[in-house]
């Protein structure tokens, strides 16, 4: 084996775990309360407006808490604060800025969440769905 077949699979086996963790990372949602260290907020003397960095879990379980951890970037001098623009009545932000919430039965089918971020500088908006499953499914 040459010098350039050895970079060739090294550039493959690092780009393959780039893509791993990119599509599983998106895919971790916290099942015990052991697993929500809270929520992590970046601070940038340039972000203009404060923002969501990661996506939302799309599926939630009926009778099953589901949790959004969201990772913050706010301006330097602002306090965060998430509120809802729109979304299910069982989902809420809790005082440690952690959406969470347990659908029932009745809860099962697809949401539109809009959740907006603050930090008393700026604000902006993000839109996701999540999709309420019965468990036998």
Excluded: C, H
Excluded at 74 to 100: A, H, M, Y
């Amino acid at each position: 084996m040459n010098i350039g077949d050895t970079r060739r699979a090294i550039a493959v086996v690092v780009f393959s775990l780039i893509l791993l963790v990119s599509v599983l990372s998106p895919l971790y949602l916290p099942k015990g309360e052991e697993d929500v260290k809270g929520v992590d907020i970046q601070r940038d003397i340039s972000a203009q407006y404060p923002y969501i960095t990661n996506l939302m879990p799309n599926i939630a379980y009926v009778d099953e808490e589901y949790v959004f951890v969201p990772r913050l970037v706010i301006s330097e001098f602002g306090n965060p604060v998430i509120t809802f623009k729109q979304g299910p009545s069982w989902l809420r932000v809790d005082e440690e800025l952690i959406v969470r919430g347990t659908p029932q039965m009745e809860d099962v089918g697809t949401y539109k969440v809009v959740l907006r971020v603050e930090d008393g500088i700026g604000s902006s908006e993000m839109t996701d769905y999540i999709i309420v499953q019965s468990n036998e499914e």
